[in-house]
């Protein structure tokens, strides 16, 4: 059984930074891609980034380009959010999630997600 466990959120001032870390079991991590979603009270929950399967192709959206970083290590089987110059409008539950498919690109669609994990929570003070 797929598990993910998230960790590293936490408060910090804004223009601080924070580092998310997402630690994956039941499979064979290497062979799939992994996604961050984020979820502010009440509002939908929306996509982050993305991480190929293989590491070399990431995306993210336009709200957190040019602050946020995904990243692997699949000898550890984690991905990483490494996140920078923070404001407090990414204040959220975030949720690391994986899908069932191999060797993909992953997306930007919470919906080609199968696994998730609980979520950590990231508060930005203003």
């Known amino acids: 059984q797929v598990q993910l466990v998230e960790s590293g959120g936490g408060l910090v001032q804004a223009g601080g930074s924070l580092r998310l870390s997402c630690t994956a079991s039941?499979?064979?991590?290497?062979?799939?891609?992994m996604g961050w979603f984020r979820q502010a009270p009440g509002k939908e929950r929306e996509f982050v980034a993305r991480i190929s399967w293989s590491g070399g192709n990431t995306y993210y959206a336009d709200s957190v380009r040019g602050r946020f970083t995904i990243s692997r290590d699949n000898a550890k089987t984690t991905v990483y959010l490494q996140m920078n110059s923070l404001k407090p409008e990414d204040t959220a539950t975030y949720y690391c999630?994986?899908?069932?498919?191999?060797?993909?690109?992953?997306?930007?669609?919470?919906?080609?997600?199968?696994?998730w994990g609980q979520g950590t929570q990231v508060t930005v003070s203003s």
């Open positions: 039941g499979r064979t991590f290497s062979s799939y891609a």
């Open positions: 999630a994986t899908p069932t498919a191999r060797y993909g690109l992953g997306s930007r669609n919470q919906n080609d997600y199968t696994y």
